[in-house]
């Protein structure tokens, strides 16, 4: 006994099909392995300026804005995939960031207000800032990172003096 298919499908279709599956497929992997790739490279970083100028050029391989996500919850690879707005690339530079043991923070403010019926709309933007003992970048997007370094370090008596007033307020 032969087994016959339900349906029939012409050969050219089918080849067609299975190659553009393979590109997209292909493409992805690509993508994903670069940024695995390279968020492994900026992991071993331990200079604050060194690691914001890695984490950027990172993100300028994939930089895509795309207002049209600007609700959406979006994982690493579906920022990759689709693109974002300025919110998701801030969040990408906080969570890189602290995984290598920087401090880092999100922050949003207003830009644009937009009266509409009545009714008063918020515009704005996100920025992240990391930082450490020697300073701090903020990450704005695919822009250049700017860095700052602390001009005056703690000495050890103040240092002591830091302690005491930390926790005295814990009291």
Known sequence: MVYEPQFKIRKDVFWAILFGVSIFCGLM???????????QKVSNISNL???????????IQFYKFNLSNTEKDLNESMLLLEGGV?????????????????????????TRRYIIDNKTYYVGHSIAIISDETGY??????????CFEFK???????????????????R
């Open 137 to 146: 970048c903020v990450l704005d997007g695919n822009n250049k990172p700017q």
């Open 152 to 170: 005056n370090n703690y000495s050890e008596s103040d240092e002591e003096l830091l302690k005491e007033i930390l926790l005295e307020e814990q």
């Open 86 to 110: 300025c919110h998701h690339y801030s969040n990408w530079y906080v969570n890189r960031s602290l995984e290598a043991g920087f401090f880092a923070e999100e922050f949003s403010f207003k």
């Open 49 to 59: 300026r060194d690691f914001a100028i890695e984490l950027n050029l990172d993100v």
């Open 29 to 39: 992997l690509i993508g994903l392995g670069l940024l695995v790739h390279n968020s």
